[in-house]
């Protein structure tokens, strides 16, 4: 079973204030993915990085793929309260994603 | 379009009891899954189908858990008899092509179960 962990596991900020979230295995993934999920609610996909060293930006959200494809960070510019909820990363192996620990976040008004 | 749906949204049973879960996914989506949420961790597959065959259920409690997907469309996820540890969220999702193309996965809602 492969491996994916998320640091910090809670994160609780002000509303303005940046942030990042990491993603860290031992093991190479064919891709990774970044979701977020609200309480009462399933996981909702945000990106899919696929090349070694891909930085891919969301408005504020930043996400970066590592050089060796084994971990991933989310940066957050300015976060808002729509940014509260459970971020999740998943890392494709195989014909399986191997889903994170998670990052629960929330940002207060 | 239509979401992924699942009912119910929520069920209560004492152990030992049996418990069936519902699927309804994406219209035209070949692929469909299964996952096991425990509160404060990440969601763990449990079984994957394409189409109405199994692509992965090494993860499956095969002594109490059963999933079927009858016609390749919607599926159920049995679990008889449950235990204190089945507590969790079930999440179904479906994905256009299989996994292994780096799809995006869309889920339904989640059926939340506690097992007293």
């Known amino acids: 079973t492969q491996l994916l962990e998320q640091s910090p596991q809670f994160l609780s900020i002000q509303e303005g204030e940046n942030l990042t979230v990491y993603c860290n295995s031992s093991s190479v993934f064919s891709s990774l993915q970044w979701y977020r999920q609200e309480p009462g609610e399933g996981p909702v996909l945000l990106v899919t990085v696929v090349t070694g060293g891909e930085v891919k930006k969301l408005k504020r959200l930043t996400f970066q793929f590592g050089d060796a494809r084994k971990d991933s960070s989310l940066h957050i510019t300015a976060a808002q309260p729509g940014d509260t909820g459970l971020y999740l990363c998943a890392g494709l192996s195989g014909n399986q994603f191997y889903f994170g620990t998670g990052t629960s976040l929330t940002v207060i008004p | 379009e239509a979401g992924v749906a699942q009912s119910p949204r929520y069920k209560i049973i004492e152990k030992r009891q049996s418990v069936a879960f519902w699927c309804n996914p994406i219209?035209?989506?070949?692929?469909l899954y299964w996952y096991q949420q425990i509160l404060g961790q990440g969601p763990k597959l449990l079984i994957q189908?394409?189409?109405?065959?199994?692509?992965?259920d090494s993860q499956l409690p095969k002594d109490r858990f059963s999933a079927e997907r009858l016609k390749g469309v919607d599926s159920t996820l049995k679990i008889q008899p449950a235990k204190l540890e089945d507590s969790a969220v079930y999440l179904c999702?479906?994905?256009?092509?299989?996994?292994?193309?780096?799809?995006?996965?869309?889920f339904g809602s989640g059926t939340q179960l506690s097992v007293l």
């Open positions: 189908f394409q189409n109405n065959g199994v692509v992965d």
């Open positions: 999702a479906s994905s256009l092509l299989p996994t292994g193309w780096g799809e995006k996965l869309f």
């Open positions: 219209s035209g989506h070949a692929t």
